[in-house]
């Protein structure tokens, strides 16, 4: 398996701007979360889902923040408009549960810039 | 509710030993233990559940003491490629999952 994909590595976006972040989750996996990282805040968990379902959203920052996971293949994570104070690193992450060997798989993330 | 952990830096010489500590408020079910690399996405290390249990990768091993609500990371024999930043990740009641707040580790020849 490839791991789990992100893409765009970079994006560089003007404030006010859509940013859409994408994520193919590892084949199987039943569990797919966006965490967002800063060097103030750490790692900070956006959302999850499960099965396709958002379980938990509570992290997601404010209504400009929406997720969706439209198959068991792909999420995005998209943000409208941006904020300078957006710019972070996003990691998407999958995880089989009930593998409690296994832990959380991340993607390689997707370091945002909003200028 | 994000686990604390101790120290939160700390430089090493190749070979010397090091105990990273990670504490929580709350009751835990289980902890995980991460290493990430500059640039790069959180690596999973291991995990352990609940009953105290002690875990061994390599010269990399860890115990949970869930009385406590405390994991310890052990690194014993330091190599230049553990140099990272290591996180504890630790799952609550109410399926809640929190990531500690790291330690930076740096290893020199």
């Known amino acids: 398996d490839a791991g789990v994909i992100q893409s765009p590595r970079h994006e560089v976006t003007e404030m006010g701007q859509e940013v859409t972040l994408r994520c193919k989750p590892i084949s199987g996996h039943d569990y797919l979360f966006w965490y967002r990282q800063t060097m103030m805040r750490g790692l900070e968990l956006l959302i999850y889902?499960?099965?396709?379902?958002?379980?938990?959203d509570s992290g997601m920052p404010e209504d400009r923040f929406s997720a969706k996971m439209p198959n068991a293949s792909f999420s995005t994570l998209k943000i409208q408009p941006s904020e300078p104070r957006d710019s972070a690193v996003y990691f998407c992450a999958s995880s089989l549960m009930g593998a409690q060997a296994e832990g959380y798989t991340f993607g390689s993330g997707t370091r945002l810039t909003v200028v | 509710q994000q686990p604390v952990q101790s120290p939160q830096a700390v430089i090493l010489r190749e070979g010397e030993d090091a105990v990273i500590n990670c504490s929580s408020s709350k009751a835990l079910y289980s902890v995980h233990w991460y290493r990430q690399k500059h640039g790069e996405a959180p690596v999973f290390l291991m995990i352990l559940l609940k009953g105290g249990e002690q875990k061994g990768h390599e010269k990399i091993s860890a115990s949970f003491n869930e009385k406590k609500q405390q994991s310890s990371l052990y690194l014993t024999a330091s190599q230049l490629s553990y140099s990272g930043t290591y996180f504890c990740?630790?799952?609550?009641?109410?399926?809640?999952?929190?990531f500690g707040t790291g330690t930076s580790l740096t290893v020199i020849p």
């Open positions: 889902f499960n099965n396709n379902v958002p379980i938990d």
């Open positions: 990740g630790t799952e609550v009641p109410g399926n809640q999952f929190y």
